[in-house]
Antibody
């Protein structure tokens, strides 16, 4: 059974960098056909795809976030990470990590989500 | 504003059948398969339907979906109180180097 767990600060100051890590168990992060994904849910808004990284290191990002975003993988720890720079209050959200089995939105396995608040 | 259009709300009484629609364009629904998610407050979203009309194991057969052209729909029959949730369609979009898009979500109320 694949399990994912987000970790990182719950509070980030405006203009600073939001960094989250997703620890994966029950699957190798280097396995093909696994697309390691970040999604967020902002208050009062719908689900928003942030981006994903493939085992090879190839990334696809949400065009609206791409200029501020980096998703990376640490194969030695079986983890992948999200880094979003220059955050504002609009980046306040519950952030989820998930595994996409096709790269086209088939997200079966999800972390429980972690709330990140951007505030001074 | 989402690339995929969903009605913001839907409602029904227990036992009824409700349908939730999702409208897109050729670069997304017209080319790629559609997935549907159920999202209850305080929980992670749950994959309800994948590849247009397939149910993952554990999803009741009360949930079904279809796609035609650039539109898709999710149907819930035998509505139950625990079906009250937000429902999202999602698919890949070819524009801007490719990215996943979600609909804005439909809030289903069981009256």
């Amino acid at each position: 059974q694949v399990q994912l767990q987000e970790s990182g600060p719950g509070l980030v100051r405006p203009s600073q960098t939001l960094s989250l890590t997703c620890s994966v168990s029950g699957a190798s992060i280097t396995t093909t056909d696994h697309y390691w994904t970040w999604i967020r849910h902002r208050p009062g808004k719908g689900l928003e795809w942030i981006g994903y990284i493939y085992y090879s290191g190839t990334t696809f990002y949400n065009p609206s976030l791409e200029s501020r975003l980096t998703i990376s993988v640490d194969t030695s720890k079986n983890q992948f990470s999200l880094r979003l720079i220059s955050v504002t209050a609009a980046d306040t959200a519950v952030y989820y990590c998930a595994k996409d089995g096709t790269g086209e939105g088939q997200l079966v396995y999800w972390g429980q989500g972690t709330l990140v608040t951007v505030s001074s | 504003q989402s690339v995929l259009t969903q009605s913001p709300s839907a409602s029904g009484t227990p036992g009824q059948r409700v349908t939730i629609s999702c409208s897109g364009i050729s670069s997304n629904i017209g080319t790629y398969t559609v997935n549907w998610y159920q999202h209850l407050p305080g929980t992670a979203p749950r994959l309800l339907i994948y590849s247009d009309n397939h149910r993952p194991s554990g999803v009741p057969d009360r949930f079904s979906a279809s796609k035609s052209g650039t539109s898709a729909s999710l149907a819930i029959s035998g509505l139950q109180s625990e079906d009250e949730a937000d429902y999202y369609c999602a698919t890949w979009d070819d524009s801007l180097n490719g990215h996943l898009v979600f609909g804005a979500g439909t809030k289903l109320t069981v009256l």
